[in-house]
């Protein structure tokens, strides 16, 4: 007996669709992008995102996890969709969307380990002049905004910070995001005011009187206050 189920097959052309994944990291006083060096045509030697097509039975998410940790061997991070780039021209293999994502890392916490096609996988600062595949230049710039707007609103930039920190090492990461000079006695203030810092100074060896004290982000009452209408601002 014949199916009676209805099979819909369209015309319409059918575009391929891939991820790009722009990585930030903060090292050195410096706010870095992870980059993966492309060892297969297209941009042969270029520097890109890690990336690729999404396959028949996955979802934009699960390919970015996945691409991820084949190139770049990083997992379990902070990850964001960003913005979907569809210029008509911005792969040469034909008629290609992107859909991007930004992630936030702790440099120092993965090895990198370079993947299938990929010649190698570097940290560079945001303001080197790289050549970039495809049209990742414009990617990068999206998401450099997105974070400096973030930021402001939402408690991410713990996510580049090291589990304990200091405060003027939290007030130097703001300032680097946003690229303006912040002042340190408001922002001190502001900061300590939420009540989502763990004071660890007692526990410091050899502790100076007037030495920094060691903090780390109290996540589970960051949970407690936004559901009770706490807002985060800096």
């Known amino acids: 007996m014949a199916s009676s189920a209805k099979k819909y097959v369209y015309e319409y052309p059918r575009p391929a669709v891939t991820v790009d994944c ?3 990291g903060f090292d050195k006083n410096q706010l870095k992008v992870l980059l993966t060096k492309r060892a297969i045509e297209p941009f042969l030697g270029k520097w890109a995102f890690p990336g690729g097509f999404i396959q028949e039975e996955e979802t934009a998410d699960n390919c970015a996890l996945r691409k991820l940790q084949e190139e770049a061997g990083l997992k379990d991070i902070f990850l964001e969709q960003l913005y979907t780039f569809s210029d008509l021209a911005r792969d040469p293999r034909g008629r290609v969307i992107s859909i991007a994502y930004y992630a936030l890392v702790k440099p120092e916490t993965y090895i990198l380990e370079a993947g299938a096609d990929i010649e ?3 940290w560079f600062a945001i303001d080197e002049n790289k050549d970039l595949a495809f049209d990742h230049k414009q990617i990068l710039n999206t998401a450099i905004e997105r974070l400096k707007g973030k930021i ?3 408690p991410i930039g713990f996510e580049l910070l090291p589990e304990q920190f ?7 990461l703001y300032e680097t ?3 303006r000079s912040i002042d340190r006695g408001n922002f001190r203030k502001k900061i300590l005011s939420m009540g989502l810092l763990i004071d660890h100074s007692d ?3 050899d502790r100076r009187a007037r030495a920094a004290k060691i903090y780390s982000f109290d996540r589970l009452k960051y949970k407690e206050l936004t559901e009770s209408g706490f807002y985060f601002e800096v």
Do not use: E, M
Not at 166 to 172: Q, S
């Open 177 to 179: 995001v946003l690229q």
């Open 152 to 154: 402001r609103y939402q």
């Open 22 to 24: 722009v990585i930030f």
């Open 203 to 205: 526990k410091q060896k």
């Open 120 to 122: 190698a996988v570097k």
């Open 166 to 172: 200091t405060l003027p090492d939290l007030h130097n």
